[in-house]
């Protein structure tokens, strides 16, 4: 991952030939990082929110005057994206949330999955599935995008390969009627947790997002996951905080984070939204499906 955007900041990181530290001295550098993370997708106020942090810790430090300023630059330049990588919620276990309510009541823990359609929604709701047969967990899908043509039939296929039943009613049906009734079968079954797939709410969509904010009115889930696909560059941003503004978001998943040369959606949308990447989806089998983690892509980004 992020080979693109790893050469190209270590290329940067080398011109960074300073004898003394001060803002003048800095400049320069620092607005080139700036720009070189721009062109490669990064957000530009993430993009000058790493700029900026860099700088500020760069000048608290007492430099040496001669020494290699540059392996300074790189430590703290990848501290600087951890911390853009770990905004607050970021030690959140979805595992550990879910076993807590399941230990306290009888109800299901209800998960919501948002985004545009093309994302992979659907497919990552299959791979949470599979991660909570993998964790001892009951689940069943809710389909309850009932807009798109073949979107059940994609969930109930998802739902057969992995032996998890689907609720579902007709195309063009009340998708809040589908999560009432995902629910009340998991009540029912003692099941522990309803994953509820939605249609791809385009983010200018008034009456679509009017119908998604019905679903979330009914089934008053416990977590709402967005979407979003890593390839997609600043789109993914516009995306993110609308379903926000609307809706409300917990944690997101990235997918394609396999294919993802630049690196910059990750860093791009935590920086907007402030809520954290809960796992990246790194190829197309159900257990391709990873755990986020800030400091391992932070290394990554900056070797």
Do not use: C, W
Request: overall charge neutral; glycine content about 8%.
């Amino acid at each position: 991952m992020f080979n693109k955007l790893r050469k190209g900041i270590s290329s940067v990181i080398k011109k960074f030939k300073i004898k003394e530290l001060n803002e003048k001295s800095l400049q320069k550098p620092v607005e080139e990082l700036v720009n070189f993370m721009m062109k490669n997708e990064v957000a530009s106020q993430a993009a000058f929110t790493i700029g900026d942090n860099l700088k500020r810790k760069l000048l608290k430090h007492e430099h040496e005057r001669f020494k290699d300023i540059r392996p300074f630059v790189q430590e703290t330049l990848r501290a600087t994206i951890e911390e853009i990588l770990t905004p607050p919620g970021s030690d959140f276990d979805l595992i550990e949330a879910i076993r807590e309510k399941r230990a306290d009541d009888d109800e299901p823990y209800i998960i919501l999955m948002l985004g545009i359609n093309g994302t992979g929604k659907t497919t990552s709701l299959a791979k949470l599935g599979r991660m909570m047969q993998k964790n001892k967990l009951s689940v069943v899908f809710a389909a309850a995008d009932t807009f798109r043509a073949g979107a059940i039939d994609q969930i109930k296929e998802h739902g057969d390969n992995l032996g998890i039943k689907t609720i579902a009613h007709q195309y063009g049906g009340d998708p809040a009627a589908v999560a009432i009734d995902a629910i009340d079968h998991a009540i029912s079954k003692d099941i522990d947790v309803v994953l509820i797939d939605t249609a791809g709410r385009m983010q200018n969509n008034d009456n679509l997002v009017r119908e998604l904010e019905k679903v979330v009115r009914n089934a008053e889930p416990d977590f709402k996951i967005f979407v979003g696909d890593a390839l997609t560059g600043n789109d993914i941003i516009r995306q993110a905080e609308t379903f926000n503004e609307r809706i409300g978001i917990d944690g997101i998943i990235l997918t394609k984070m396999d294919a993802d040369l630049r690196g910059g959606a990750a860093l791009s949308v935590t920086n907007a939204i402030q809520k954290p990447i809960l796992y990246i989806g790194v190829g197309q089998s159900y257990d391709d499906l990873k755990k986020f983690d800030p400091k391992g892509i932070a290394k990554d980004m900056v070797p």
